[in-house]
T-cell receptor
Framework: DVKVTQSSRYLVKRTGEKVFLECVQD?????MFWYRQDPGLGLRLIYF???????EKGDIPEGYSVSREKKERFSLILESASTNQTSMYLC????????????FGPGTRLTVT | GENVEQHPSTLSVQEGDSAVIKCTYS??????FPWYKQELGKGPQLIID?????GEKKDQRIAVTLNKTAKHFSLHITETQPEDSAVYFC??????????FGGGTRVLVKP
């Protein structure tokens, strides 16, 4: 059974803190993605990675960075958390190319106070 | 870049009735259109997809249609059941390895 796991289901952080969200997949997928989900806005792509150490900005990269040191792990970093980054964060992975199913983790609900 | 619009944002149907969700996209180069279902507390899961070389695809009670000329595609769920209650997202592939998602439709099936 394919699996994408995220390090936390719920996280509460204070404004200005550095936040790390971790994602691990066990399918040997080349592509990994970080999305942000807000009501009415669907899933918006923050960053994606198509190979180890390779990354591309998505639609809303401001305030975020990412790291992919190993193929199975993709980290999202909020350098200085702000209240407008309170949201649901979803990680996904897929085979290489743009026409394959993306497998999603359960999400991390981040609250920044 | 690609822009995907999805309607309606909420849909309430009686059990046994049909549900239809519609999406439009902007980039004529898009050629892959998946639909995802997100149940409460879970990540989205692919339920059906269609590629630009076909106009319709069916899988049991769900079907998807694609009109490339008009740049719109739709999800049809027949004989709705309570377990169909969820949030549904359409998407279209953008340049590179990416998908652009619609805003989502919350479907409620009333028993």
């Amino acid at each position: 059974d394919v699996k994408v796991t995220q390090s936390s289901r719920y996280l509460v952080k204070r404004t200005g803190e550095k936040v790390f969200l971790e994602c691990v997949q066990d399918m040997d997928h080349e592509n990994m993605f970080w999305y942000r989900q807000d009501p009415g806005l669907g899933l918006r792509l923050i960053y994606f990675s198509y190979d180890v150490k390779m990354k591309e900005k998505g639609d809303i990269p401001e305030g975020y960075s990412v790291s992919r040191e190993k193929k199975e792990r993709f980290s999202l970093i909020l350098e200085s958390a702000s209240t407008n980054q309170t949201s649901m964060y979803l990680c996904a992975s897929s085979r290489a190319g743009g026409e394959y199913e993306q497998y999603f983790g359960p999400g991390t609900r981040l609250t920044v106070t | 870049g690609e822009n995907v619009e999805q309607h309606p944002s909420t849909l309430s149907v009686q059990e046994g009735d049909s549900a239809v969700i519609k999406c439009t996209y902007s980039d004529s180069a898009s050629n892959y259109f998946p639909w995802y279902k997100q149940e409460l507390g879970k990540g989205p899961q692919l339920i059906i997809d269609i590629r630009s070389n076909v106009g319709e695809k069916k899988d049991q009670r769900i079907a998807v249609t694609l009109n490339k000329t008009a740049k719109h595609f739709s999800l049809h769920i027949t004989e709705t059941q309570p377990e169909d209650s969820a949030v549904y997202f359409c998407a279209a592939n953008a340049a590179g390895n990416k998908l652009t998602f619609g805003g989502g439709t919350r479907v409620l099936v009333k028993p």
